[in-house]
């Protein structure tokens, strides 16, 4: 079980922003289930966006007008009949707080009010959406979360992001049709989270190490790569010649049990096997390519804690204990870097 804490902590190094003094509070307060803690962050987040402005687009609008604004729709304006009322029915562009993000932000506040949270984080939500009264809701489930962000918009990535943990991370249907929201994030949702934690931590913390989530190619003895899936990286941190590919794991089981015997994941370690030698043959032999499938800790008895020589190639298989005081963790994080990196470490 992760302290509610630690996933704070793990979206603050996700989303840097929430590092900024206006979160500061977020830190410090108790919190019994995470749609709790998001609904905090949420509150923060639209609460600096209030002052820094809401977005506003501009919205396609059509309307029967008794005063030409915009393009006349004639045949639909025949079709209604509006002609008959001494209107015309026009389509416009409005510069409009209507604006997709805005009204992503609305459903998922509209859904956190009906959930299990504290009396004083409802309140301060409600206060907030006085400023969305002109602002729509959407069906949750026919949200595009394929959102372009740009300088004009880049402000409401993280608060996108947190309405995304809450909508498919947070939100369950019941037998009875209903919906309520967990008290944690699902597999897969943590899974994300767990990696993105990760690779930011180094970004932030090891500035020397080149951290990032990048391709690997094949290596083919010819140019035939019709249908090969494409390898990406959770992590891969290099400094001089040495690499580490870290494949970032968030399973409920670490282990898998067959016939009585407690294995490493026989598909896991494939994979990252893969990445090792493509990227070594990819470098030549005068670099260094190691491999690691780190594992969030569970509450299994076994924790993996392998190390194995494969082919010229050190492959760890190794687990993150994150049911700890958050600085644990980064000392496990660091012990990775220190062992692997000599010259790399942090200041």
């Excluded at 001494?86 to 009906?114: G, H, P, W």
């Excluded at 026989?266 to 096997?273: C, G, R």
């Excluded at 690691?292 to 800790?297: H, I, P, S, T």
Aim: proline share 2%; charged share 25%.
């Amino acid at each position: 079980m992760i302290p509610i804490q630690n996933i704070y902590y793990m979206l603050s190094y996700a989303f840097q922003v929430l590092k900024e003094q206006g979160y500061k509070k977020v830190e410090t307060e108790e919190f019994e289930n995470t749609a709790e803690l998001c609904a905090s962050i949420l509150a923060k987040g639209i609460s600096l966006q209030i002052k820094r402005g809401i977005l506003r687009e501009y919205i396609p609008v059509a309307e029967s007008r008794s005063a030409l604004r915009g393009k006349s729709e004639i045949s639909e304006s025949v079709k209604n009949r509006t002609v008959l009322k001494k209107q015309l029915i026009c389509s416009f562009d409005e510069f409009s707080v209507n604006a997709y993000m805005n009204r992503i932000i609305k459903s998922t506040v509209m859904l956190l009010l009906s959930s299990d949270i504290k009396k004083p984080i409802k309140k301060e939500l409600r206060r907030l959406m006085v400023y969305f009264g002109d602002v729509e809701t959407i069906g949750i489930h026919r949200i595009n979360w394929n959102i372009h962000y740009n300088r004009n918009n880049k402000t409401y990535h993280m608060l996108i992001s947190v309405c995304y943990l809450v909508i498919k991370g947070l939100l369950q249907t019941q037998s009875d049709g209903t919906e309520k929201l967990m008290d944690f994030l699902d597999e897969q949702r943590m899974c994300r989270l767990y990696e993105k934690f990760i690779l930011e931590y180094y970004r932030k913390e090891f500035p020397k190490i080149k951290a990032e989530a990048s391709l690997i190619s094949w290596q083919l003895d010819n140019e035939a790569d019709d249908f090969l899936p494409v390898m990406r990286s959770d992590i891969m941190l290099s400094y001089g010649n040495k690499t580490l590919i870290i494949d970032a794991k968030f399973y409920n089981h670490a282990m898998q049990t067959q016939f009585d015997k407690t294995t490493v994941r026989s598909a896991h370690l494939y994979q990252i096997f893969t990445y090792v030698k493509n990227k070594q043959l990819e470098l030549g032999d005068k670099n260094e390519v190691s491999g690691m499938l780190l594992y969030a800790g569970t509450d299994e008895v076994i924790q993996p804690d392998c190390t194995y020589h494969m082919s010229g190639n050190k492959i760890d298989v190794k687990t993150l204990d994150l049911n700890c005081n958050f600085s644990a963790i980064a000392e496990q994080l660091n012990k990775i870097a220190g062992d692997y990196f000599v010259g790399g470490q942090n200041g």
